[in-house]
T-cell receptor, first 117, second 111 residues
Framework: DAGVIQSPRHEVTEMGQEVTLRCKPI?????LFWYRQTMMRGLELLIY????????DSGMPEDRFSAKMPNASFSTLKIQPSEPRDSAVYFC???????????????FGPGTRLLVL | GENVEQHPSTLSVQEGDSAVIKCTYS??????FPWYKQELGKRPQLIID?????GEKKDQRIAVTLNKTAKHFSLHITETQPEDSAVYFC??????????FGQGTELSVKP
């Protein structure tokens, strides 16, 4: 199993540009999570999907952030327009569980290091 | 919402000593408590977890204890080795099925 796959691994962009991060969960997993990690705020959940449906997006910072999961094997996190304060490592994770009762290991991808100049 | 407090934020021990990291949480309905290890520049990886139907779980040099009444749980690492140096995160699963992470503990094991 290849594990959770994320692309790109590194992204450097200028303020105001659109950024799209991509994630392929582990085959068979039905829950997908997007996290953001910074020194100041630690590891924050942005949004999570169960069976391709967004369950909790309360962590999405503002309207500039959006996430989609068109099918069980692909998800995107988009930032438009990007700002310097969006610089962080963005992790995607997947697991298998039922909404509200996960209790299953979350497997993290390698992350995307985003730098917005 | 759920609040997870993790202490200490940094911990330095000599090789061979034990290390203990503690977390407290606020939601009494929480039933799943994993611990993740993150090495520098790497992804978080699960090292051990505990569910509320047990009070302690052990895996070789790593153990986790849970006190649901007091709403706290702890990670214990015995016979520490330099390769244990990393940032450790506790987490709590809340009723919606998501994990809330503690702020992390940077563990340094000195040879």
């Amino acid at each position: 199993d290849a594990g959770v796959i994320q692309s790109p691994r590194h992204e450097v962009t200028e303020m105001g540009q659109e950024v799209t991060l991509r994630c392929k969960p582990i085959s068979g997993h039905n829950s997908l999570f997007w996290y953001r990690q910074t020194m100041m705020r630690g590891l924050e959940l942005l949004i999570y999907f169960n069976n391709n449906v967004p369950i909790d997006d309360s962590g999405m910072p503002e309207d500039r952030f959006s996430a989609k999961m068109p099918n069980a094997s692909f998800s995107t996190l988009k930032i438009q327009p990007s700002e310097p304060r969006d610089s962080a490592v963005y992790f995607c994770a997947s697991s298998f569980g039922t909404r509200g009762t996960l209790q299953e290991t979350q497997y993290f991808g390698p992350g995307t290091r985003l730098l917005v100049l | 919402g759920e609040n997870v407090e993790q202490h200490p934020s940094t911990l330095s021990v000599q090789e061979g000593d034990s290390a203990v990291i503690k977390c407290t949480y606020s939601d009494s309905a929480s039933n799943y408590f994993p611990w993740y290890k993150q090495e520098l520049g790497k992804r978080p990886q699960l090292i051990i977890d505990i569910r509320s139907n047990v009070g302690e779980k052990k895996d070789q040099r790593i153990a986790v204890t849970l006190n649901k009444t007091a709403k706290h749980f702890s990670l214990h690492i015995t016979e520490t080795q330099p390769e244990d140096s990393a940032v450790y995160f506790c987490a709590v699963e809340v009723s919606t099925g998501k994990l809330i992470f503690g702020q992390g503990t940077e563990l340094s094991v000195k040879p």
